[in-house]
């Protein structure tokens, strides 16, 4: 089974701010995706990679196969992009495992 | 974009109840739909892997007795939580895919159970 470790748990930034949330698993994968979960508890798939960069508005993912690492920066931070962003692994025709997530929360 | 509505958003029923949980894909056709539970504070954990026409797979400790996985057509899965006792208050959250193996995730907005 794979390992997702998430870090850091907690990260409290400046609005500005450019934001790094790292991600390891233990087992080769197919894909990893970066999710964003609201208050609310609603999620919103962010990226899904298989190698490389992926660049979306402020958003950048980058993961290293080899090294089994993936990370989801925040450039200009706002307070708007203040949630729970969790790392999952897997995909296909199987469920993902989750990282338990990192809570941002970006202060005016 | 592609869309995947989960309903109810939230439910409270008495113990011993049964709840519906139904999870659409609105534009797409739904190949994989997978069922995830959340505790407060906790990760997300699947529950099951349903493919259209067949059988759920449930993830090891997860009684398919008790959460009855349906999905009948390609655009709808149900997940039932019989006789609901007050440690199935959770969260519940549906996740949606096409068929190809790069087909993106689509995830629905979740429901809270809670069961007094």
């Known amino acids: 089974k794979n390992e997702v470790e998430q870090s850091p748990q907690n990260l409290t930034a400046q609005e500005g701010e450019f934001i790094t949330i790292n991600c390891s698993y233990s087992v080769g994968i197919s894909a990893l995706h970066w999710l964003q979960q609201h208050p609310g508890g609603g999620i919103v798939s962010l990226f899904m990679?298989?190698?490389g960069k992926k660049k979306h508005g402020r958003l950048i993912a980058t993961i290293n196969i080899q090294e089994k690492h993936s990370s989801l920066h925040i450039t200009a931070s706002h307070p708007r992009d203040s949630a729970v962003y969790i790392c999952a692994v897997g995909g296909g025709a199987d469920g993902l495992t989750f990282g338990k997530g990192t809570h941002l929360i970006i202060q005016p | 974009g592609a869309v995947v509505s989960q309903h109810p958003s939230w439910v409270i029923c008495k113990s011993g109840t049964s709840v519906k949980i139904e999870c659409r894909s609105l534009?797409?056709?739904?190949?994989?739909m997978f069922w995830y539970r959340q505790f407060p504070k906790q990760s997300l954990m699947l529950m099951a892997t349903?493919?259209?026409?067949?059988?759920?797979?449930?993830e090891q400790g997860v009684e398919k007795d008790k959460f009855l996985i349906n999905h009948a057509s390609l655009t709808l899965s149900t997940l039932t939580v019989t006789s609901a006792h007050p440690e199935d208050s959770s969260f519940y959250i549906c996740?949606?895919?096409?068929?190809?193996?790069?087909?993106?995730?689509?995830f629905g907005n979740g429901t809270r159970l809670t069961v007094t």
């Open positions: 534009d797409f056709q739904a190949t994989t």
């Open positions: 996740s949606a895919k096409g068929k190809l193996w790069y087909s993106p995730l689509h």
């Open positions: 349903s493919n259209e026409g067949s059988k759920a797979t449930y």
């Open positions: 990679l298989s190698s």
